[in-house]
């Protein structure tokens, strides 16, 4: 079974805290992903990752920056948090070697910046 | 600009009747559709799956149907029931751009037993 995992089911930062959103998957999968979801917006792409490294950025990066070090570890970064940013924040991967493949994700981090 | 759109924010069904979930697209580019299925303080699971090159798939009680012609996809549940209740998210995968996604806003569905 694949699984992602991410550091917290909560949390509560203040404005202007840097936050760090950590994600782990143990499926040797190589794109990861970074997702907000918004009632009546659904999911919307914050930024996605080929490879080790690399990072491309998706519909909505303003606000956030990304790194990945290590295959297995995606984490997203709030530089400078508003609360603007409030939201589930998703973490996915897949693996792109079998063209029918899905992405899987982690349960979610509900943040709440005050 | 919505690539991919769930007009219906919610839907209610009564158990052991059909749920139909609606999806538009606007862009010729996407080569499968996907339905995923969330619960409250869970992540999105996959529930079914259609390639752009099909018009049926068919897995249990599901059904997803794929109306090229008019860039529009739907979802059938039968019998419906009521560990059913979730919200359901529409998504479209990226020709060649490395399994992304995009996703419509979602259809929260109820099931009354």
């Known amino acids: ?16 805290e840097k936050v760090f959103l950590e994600c782990v998957q143990d499926m040797d ?19 996605f990752s080929y490879d080790v490294k ?12 990304v790194s990945r070090e290590k295959k297995e570890r995606f984490s997203l970064i709030l530089e400078s948090a508003s609360t603007n940013q409030t939201s589930m924040y998703l973490c996915a991967s897949t693996y792109v070697r079998v063209s029918t493949d899905t992405q899987y994700f982690g349960p979610g981090t509900r943040l709440t910046v005050l | 600009d919505q690539q991919v759109k769930q007009n219906s924010p919610s839907l209610s ?10 999806c538009d697209y606007t862009n010729s580019m996407f080569d499968y559709f996907l339905w995923y ?3 409250p303080a869970e992540g999105p699971t996959f529930l079914i799956s259609i390639s ?22 739907s979802l059938h549940i039968v019998p419906s ?30 099931v009354k037993p």
């Not at chain 1, 079974?1 to 202007?16: C, N, P």
């Not at chain 2, 069904?13 to 609606?22: A, H, M, P, T």
């Not at chain 2, 752009?52 to 996809?73: C, M, P």
Request: charged share 25%; glycine share 10%; aromatic share 12%.
């Open chain 2, 37 to 39: 299925k969330k619960y």
């Open chain 2, 81 to 110: 029931q009521p560990g059913d209740s979730a919200v359901y998210f529409c998504a479209a995968r990226v020709y060649n751009q490395g399994g992304k996604l995009i996703f419509g806003q979602g259809t929260e569905l109820s």
């Open chain 1, 29 to 47: 999968h190589e794109n990861m992903f970074w997702y907000r979801q918004d009632p009546g917006l659904g999911l919307r792409l914050i930024y």
């Open chain 2, 52 to 73: 752009s090159i099909k018009d049926k798939n068919e897995d249990g009680r599901f059904t997803v149907f794929l109306n090229k012609s008019a860039k529009h996809l």
């Open chain 2, 13 to 22: 069904v009564q158990e052991g009747r059909i749920s139909i979930l609606n």
């Open chain 1, 1 to 16: 079974d694949v699984k992602v995992t991410q550091s917290s089911r909560y949390l509560v930062k203040r404005t202007g």
């Open chain 1, 54 to 65: 690399m990072k491309e950025k998706g519909d909505i990066p303003e606000g956030y920056s």
